[in-house]
């Protein structure tokens, strides 16, 4: 167990839809970073979190936005949700905004139809 | 375009033997290299991870093999258990005060450990 926890772990929903993935980091890391991660693409890094501001991005859809709040959790917010959407999105943690040891949680499961 | 390239896509190995993965990577500002981890149904884990100073870094069974000049790195993992079978991620990053860590993942590789 890394102590990241992300929640639901499972999510089906239509084309078109809003969706918020949660995250909780590890106890002491400041710093959040969400993938994605597709059959045909891999884990593609999406946003990067530290202590409440954005600090880098990836390839991440303007469809998507995310944020993290005073106590450090994050959201993931995903919107006009399409078919390719789908895939496991993780949220991993680490200390400071430039620490290379990240911890990933179990992921978020989600599955547009 | 794919800023880390890992081969092979998918690897078989006797227990006992050694799979070697393999990864490339294009961009020299990358200063840390990890390996992943990856289990059915859970999220990667760091496995082991090495910087650009350094040829060689073992962890128990997990070696990494470093070469700067070539650009490349390798995972080997010595007397393979059936218990290693999962997926393998190479990754690189390059962390830079005031914008952050970004991290390029490979593409995966998927260790299958007969026994």
């Known amino acids: 167990d890394s102590g990241v926890t992300q929640t639901p772990k499972h999510l089906i929903t239509a084309t078109g839809q809003r969706v918020t993935l949660r995250c909780s980091p590890r106890?002491?890391?400041?710093?959040v970073y969400w993938y994605q991660q597709s059959l045909d693409q891999g884990l593609q890094f999406l946003i990067q979190?530290?202590?409440?501001?954005?600090?880098a991005k990836g390839n991440i859809l303007e469809r998507f936005s995310a944020q993290q709040f005073p106590d450090l959790h994050s959201e993931l917010n995903l919107s006009s949700l399409e078919l390719g959407d789908s895939a496991l999105y993780f949220c991993?943690?680490?200390?400071?905004?430039?620490?290379?040891?990240?911890?990933f949680g179990p992921g978020t499961r989600l599955t547009v139809t | 375009q794919q800023q880390v390239k890992q081969s092979p896509q998918s690897l078989i190995v006797q227990k006992g033997g050694i799979p070697i993965i393999n990864c490339a990577y294009e961009?020299?500002?990358?200063?840390?290299f990890p390996w992943y981890q990856q289990f059915p149904g859970k999220g990667p884990a760091l496995l082991i991870a090495?910087?650009?100073?350094?040829s060689e870094k073992k962890e128990g069974r997990f070696t990494i093999s470093f070469n700067k000049s070539a650009k490349q790195f390798s995972l080997h993992i010595m007397d393979s258990q059936p218990g290693d079978s999962a997926t393998y991620f190479c990754?690189?990053?390059?962390?830079?005060?005031?914008?952050?860590?970004?991290?390029?993942f490979g593409t995966g590789t998927s260790l299958t450990v007969i026994p």
């Open positions: 991993a943690s680490s200390v400071s905004s430039i620490s290379y040891e990240q911890y």
């Open positions: 106890s002491g890391d400041l710093s």
């Open positions: 979190y530290y202590n409440g501001e954005e600090r």
């Open positions: 961009n020299t500002a990358f200063d840390y």
């Open positions: 090495i910087r650009p100073d350094v």
């Open positions: 990754a690189a990053s390059m962390g830079l005060r005031n914008t952050g860590n970004q991290f390029y």
